[in-house]
């Protein structure tokens, strides 16, 4: 008999204890997370030498005019993309952007996209992270202080 009502016991004890957790697990479950108040995407620094590299591996340059002091870019279809030395001053956001989703409305002056229809390629499958992060690095640090 006394053996019989501990086990009782025992028993309303689990079940009381397990009404409760499901209780409190269903208060907490609703509330949707929300961005800290002010967030804003933002590019994190990134090396401009290597930046370079990858700029230069890729070939950036066949369709890209850019001044690089000690290299002699040879330019396939020089001009087909705008000139790149004019863009130090831009954003980090705007210049991974570029890269990662072709623009039909391009920031260089005078230069107007062909057809509405971007013509870059896509480089996404190509290029990890870190070298995106890299060639914005490069590309932001302007031609003449980029190396030192
Ligand atoms: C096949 C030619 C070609 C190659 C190679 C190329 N681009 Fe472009 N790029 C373009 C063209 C054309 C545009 C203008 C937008 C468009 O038509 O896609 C452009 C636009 C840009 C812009 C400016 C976009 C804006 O909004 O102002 C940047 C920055 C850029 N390219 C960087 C690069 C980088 C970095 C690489 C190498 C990873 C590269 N491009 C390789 C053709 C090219």
Not at 63 to 69: E, G, K, R, S, T
Request: hydrophobic residues 45%.
């Amino acid at each position: 008999m006394r053996k019989h009502s501990i086990v009782t016991i025992g028993a309303c004890a689990l079940a009381i204890s397990l009404a409760m957790a499901s209780m409190s697990w269903a208060a907490s479950a609703p509330a949707a997370p929300k961005v800290p108040q002010g967030w804003k995407f933002t590019f994190p620094q990134g090396d401009a030498k290597a930046g370079r590299a990858v700029f230069l591996e890729m070939k950036c340059y066949s369709c890209h005019a850019i001044d690089i002091p000690g290299e002699k870019l040879v330019a396939r279809s020089r001009g087909a993309g705008p000139d790149l030395n004019v863009y130090s001053g831009l954003p980090k956001e705007y210049l991974a952007e570029s890269i990662i989703k072709a623009h039909t409305i391009v920031a260089a002056p005078g230069y107007t996209v062909k057809e509405g229809r971007a013509a870059m390629g896509e480089y996404n499958h190509f290029l990890t992270v870190q070298q995106l992060i890299d060639i914005v690095a490069f590309l932001r640090r302007g031609t003449k202080a980029e190396g030192k």
